[in-house]
C-alpha cells in the first residue's frame, strides 16, 4: 500500500506569461507555477511559501520560501513576516527604478529587523530561513537566499546548479573535513551559521543571476523537509515530466515515505516551469479569406 499524503497545494498555470518586447530578446515560453506543503510529523505548520505577481512591473514573478524556526509558533509568525516583507517590497518594485537583486537584499534584510523586533516584544525566539527567486520577462533569473531552504535550477531533468546553505556541515564539507555523504546525515546538519532574526550577526544574503531562460528550464525553491530525502536526479526528473502539481505531490509523497521514526519535519516547495507556448491552430474560414483579399 503507499502512502496516502494530504497536500496543500496552489497552482498558477500559466502564471503571468511573459511579454515579448523587444522579440529579438525574448523566449517564446509561459510560466507554470506553484507551491506545495505538508505539515510532516510535526504539530505545527511554520513553513511558508508563496508566488507573486508585480502590478507596477508586468512579466516579472516573484516566487519565495521561508522555513521558520522557534518554539510557542515563533517560527510561523518569522516565516509570515518574511512573505509579508517580500509581497510589500513586490508590490512597489519598478523595472524603471529599482534593481531586482537589490530588492532581495532589502526583503532579507527588513525581514529580520522586524522579526529581531518580535522577539523583544514576546517571549518567542523566531527566526527564518529564506529562499527568494524573480523571473523577469527579459529571460532572467535573480534569486537569493539565506540559511539552508534551497533553490534547484534545472534544464529539463538535469540539475545544473542549487544554492550551498549556511549551516556548519556545509563550512566544514568546503574545508575539506566532512565529505558530502557525511554532511547529508550529520548529527549537527540543522545547525545553520546565518538566519533571519538572529542577534548574534546580520543575515548572510548570498545573490545569484542567470540569463537566457529558455523553455525546459525550471527551479525549485524548498525546505529541507524535502530535500534531505531526495537526490538531485529524482527532484529534476519529477519536475521535468510532470505539472506542479504533479511534482508536488509526488516529492512530497517520496519525502513522507523516507521518514523515519515519525520524526518527519514539515516539508513546502515551490515549483517554477518555463514551457513552451503552444501553437496556436489555423482556422481559415471563405469569408477570412475573402476579407483579406
Not at 40 to 66: C, H, T
Not at 141 to 163: K, Q
Not at 176 to 201: F, I, Q
Request: aromatic share 6%; with cysteine.
Amino acid at each position: 500500500m503507499g502512502t496516502r499524503v494530504r497536500v496543500k497545494f496552489s497552482a498558477c498555470n500559466n502564471f503571468f506569461p511573459t511579454t515579448c518586447t523587444p522579440p529579438t530578446l525574448m523566449s517564446p515560453y509561459k510560466i507554470e507555477a506553484g507551491t506545495g506543503q505538508h505539515i510532516g510529523d510535526r504539530k505545527e505548520q511554520q513553513d511558508r511559501a508563496a508566488l507573486f505577481a508585480a502590478p507596477r512591473a508586468p512579466g516579472y514573478v516573484l516566487a519565495i520560501l521561508a522555513d521558520g524556526m522557534g518554539g510557542m509558533s515563533g517560527g510561523a509568525l518569522a516565516a509570515e513576516q518574511v512573505i509579508r516583507t517580500a509581497k510589500q517590497a513586490f508590490d512597489h518594485f519598478s523595472p524603471l527604478t529599482d534593481d531586482v537583486g537589490k530588492m532581495l537584499e532589502t526583503i532579507a534584510h527588513d525581514a529580520h529587523t522586524i522579526i529581531k523586533l518580535t522577539s523583544f516584544s514576546s517571549e518567542k525566539n523566531p527566526h527564518s530561513t529564506m529562499v527568494a527567486l524573480v523571473i523577469t520577462p527579459e529571460r532572467s533569473a535573480v534569486w537569493a537566499h539565506v540559511g539552508d531552504s534551497r533553490l534547484y535550477r534545472f534544464d529539463g531533468p538535469n540539475c545544473i546548479e542549487r544554492t550551498v546553505d549556511h549551516s556548519y556541515v556545509e563550512m566544514l564539507v568546503r574545508e575539506g573535513k566532512l565529505s558530502r555523504e557525511e554532511a547529508r546525515n550529520h548529527r549537527l546538519s540543522n545547525v545553520l551559521v546565518s538566519a533571519l532574526g538572529s542577534h548574534d550577526r546580520e543575515p548572510q544574503v548570498t545573490l545569484r543571476r542567470v540569463d537566457g531562460l529558455k523553455a525546459g528550464d525550471a527551479f525549485l525553491l524548498c525546505s529541507d523537509g524535502l530535500w534531505h530525502y531526495l537526490s538531485d536526479a529524482e527532484l529534476g526528473a519529477a519536475i521535468a515530466m510532470n505539472s506542479p502539481r504533479q511534482a508536488s505531490e509526488m516529492l512530497i509523497s517520496k519525502a513522507r515515505e523516507r521518514t523515519t521514526d515519525a520524526a518527519g519535519d514539515n516539508c513546502t516547495l515551490a515549483i517554477v516551469k518555463l514551457a513552451e507556448v503552444p501553437a496556436e491552430p489555423k482556422a481559415y474560414s471563405i469569408g477570412k479569406m475573402k476579407r483579406a483579399v
